[in-house]
């Protein structure tokens, strides 16, 4: 790799080049390259010779940079008038984006209340649970034009005895929380969640010192001390508990069916 090719390379244009021939003669003078040795007798050698490599490849950056530059500069004299007539159409394509928007929210609107007006004749087997659950069962894909009146009305059966045969599920584990159970399942509309929340509860209760039979009867004597009980409205109490314990006192009152507020 001497000072002639280097010289050469540098005074022709880089669309002019023989890539093939160039490479050909770069992996011969590399090869030498890699068959040196270093030592530090010779280590001004090796700074020769990397100076050497540094210098074409610098040589070939710029040749690649000034032809890049070159090929782009038609472009580059078009492209704010490029990006203005761009600009125009988005412009107008935003306004009347909106306009597609606002019906197709409209639309939804008024499909999620035939919706729920079906929903409502047949979720009276839910209970009280029927309406908090509504939200959790609607698809999102009922409420496309695409789908059809019978075909929602098949989805929302669906649910509908899903969520009934979950409910019956959760009553069936005769659990004193049974309220928190269905809470918890109207939150994630999941058996299992519900069935988890059980097991938190009853454990809880057993290292309350409370079997699951009483927990409801004793959580409130056991859990928590009253230092004002002349309250008309009922008993005020301080507690000292952390969150994981504030939080299963918390389902104990919800679960025999105490109203309380947190301050």
């Not at 022709?12 to 770069?26: G, P, R, V």
């Not at 979720?123 to 789908?147: C, E, H, M, R, Y």
């Not at 039979?213 to 008309?232: G, L, M, Q, R």
Request: aromatic content about 6%; proline content about 2%.
């Amino acid at each position: 790799m001497n000072e002639l090719q280097i010289v050469s390379l540098e005074k022709t244009e880089i669309s002019t080049w023989d890539f093939e021939s160039i490479k050909a003669e770069l992996t011969q003078a590399l090869s030498v390259y890699k068959s040196m040795v270093y030592t530090d007798e010779s280590i001004k050698s090796a700074k020769d010779d990397k100076a050497v490599l540094a210098k074409v490849k610098k040589l070939i950056e710029d040749q690649r940079k000034a032809y890049k530059a070159k090929c782009l500069a038609p472009y580059d004299a078009i492209e704010p008038q490029i990006k203005e007539i761009v600009g125009m159409i988005e412009e107008q394509r935003v306004l009347i984006d909106d306009v597609v928007k606002d019906y197709t929210e409209r639309q939804k609107r008024e499909k999620e209340e035939e919706v729920k007006k079906y929903y409502d004749k047949k979720a009276f087997v839910l209970g009280d649970v029927a309406q908090p659950l509504f939200s959790k069962i609607l698809d999102p894909k009922w409420l496309n034009a695409s789908t059809s009146k019978s075909k929602y009305e098949e989805g929302i059966q669906e649910a509908i005895v899903k969520a009934k045969s979950d409910l019956d599920a959760i009553r069936a584990i005769n659990s004193p929380f049974v309220d928190t159970l269905i809470e918890k399942y109207v939150e994630t509309l999941s058996l299992d969640d519900a069935k988890a929340k059980h097991e938190e509860l009853v454990m809880a209760a057993s290292k309350a010192g409370l079997n699951q039979t009483s927990a409801s009867s004793e959580i409130a004597e056991k859990s928590v001390a009253p230092v004002v009980s002349n309250d008309t409205d009922g008993v005020v109490v301080k507690i000292h508990a952390n969150q994981s314990q504030m939080n299963q006192i918390c389902d104990f009152m919800k679960a025999i069916g105490v109203t309380y507020e947190i301050q």
